[in-house]
């Protein structure tokens, strides 16, 4: 059994045909969660699980860069390039309350966290604001998790120059609430920081998501080298979908099903067996996310 615990089978890339690719992906007694971006995707993730009985879950949250207004994210689905405009959305503690008490398959809360890729695109001297939004919605979810017991998944990027000074202010941020004695859990979803980054999230207790990124050919020896230094026990395995199509299949639409070939490469890295990931990374996501499978 294998779950991805991150995917987007709610953004347009999968508007013709969802229905089709979650049930081929449930027919090998898998499992997925289907992760919101800002109200309306939240929405959409929280339909989907509720669709099928058992295997398909959701989570809400908006994305750090929703919080940014007239902000665009340039992605390659099925080889194209193509623009998304992102709808500036102000983080609303109300609204998100209601959508996980609207369904008991609504497992965690995000994507949330701080995406500093396109500040670069304003002045500097907005940054600081910027800063503060993400900052300031981030906290509000910390505080919503902890009210309603859910854990957290955790986006991070930074610019395009400075990769890991976001990773920096995560920690800073998670940190420091943990601290003030709030109770925190989650993953730090698609984790793309450094070796010392890696372990530091790992002594707060966090799960690192390893993506296909893991599996490319080129420019993907630091993360393998983080994958094989992680303890099997706190990896999360994912495709984010429809991003990041592992190899065999890059440059194409990534699907839930491509999971698979994160776990061999785990497996590959760590020199054990495909089954020992499958059955390490189902466990923590089921401890994780608390679902019954």
């Not at 010392?196 to 966090?206: D, I, T, V, W």
Request: glycine content about 6%.
């Amino acid at each position: 059994m294998l779950i991805d615990s991150h995917c987007h089978l709610n953004f347009i890339s999968f508007k013709e045909d969802a229905d089709r690719v979650i049930s081929d992906f449930l027919a090998d007694n898998n499992a997925l969660i289907v992760v919101g971006s800002q109200d309306t995707s939240s929405v959409r993730s929280i339909e989907y699980a509720e669709k099928h009985p058992s295997g398909v879950y959701a989570s809400v949250g908006l994305h750090p860069i929703q919080l940014i207004d007239e902000s665009e994210e340039v992605f390659f689905v099925d080889g194209q390039s193509q623009t998304f405009k992102n709808r500036q959305e102000d983080f609303d503690r109300d609204k998100y309350r209601q959508m996980v008490l609207s369904s008991k398959k609504v497992v965690a809360l995000g994507e949330i966290g701080l995406d500093y890729f396109y500040f670069d695109k304003f002045d500097k001297a907005k940054w600081p604001e910027f800063k503060k939004i993400q900052t300031e919605a981030l906290v509000g979810f910390i505080d919503l998790g902890e009210e309603l017991d859910k854990p957290l998944i955790l986006h991070c990027r930074g610019t395009k120059d400075d990769s890991y000074t976001a990773y920096d202010d995560l920690y800073f941020i998670l940190k420091t609430q943990i601290q003030l004695g709030k109770k925190i859990r989650g993953v730090i979803h698609c984790f793309g920081g450094n070796e010392r980054q890696a372990k530091e999230f790992l002594e707060l207790g966090f799960y690192l998501g390893f993506t296909g990124i893991i599996t490319f050919k080129r420019k993907a020896e630091e993360m393998q080298a983080i994958a094989k230094a992680t303890p099997l026990s706190k990896m999360l395995i994912e495709t984010d979908a429809p991003f990041l199509s592992p190899e065999p299949h890059r440059g194409e639409r990534c699907l839930p099903q491509y999971v698979e070939f994160v776990a061999k490469k785990i497996a590959e890295l760590k020199t054990i067996s495909y089954e020992e990931v499958a059955d390490a990374t189902t466990e923590n996501a089921k401890k994780l996310f608390d679902f019954p499978l």
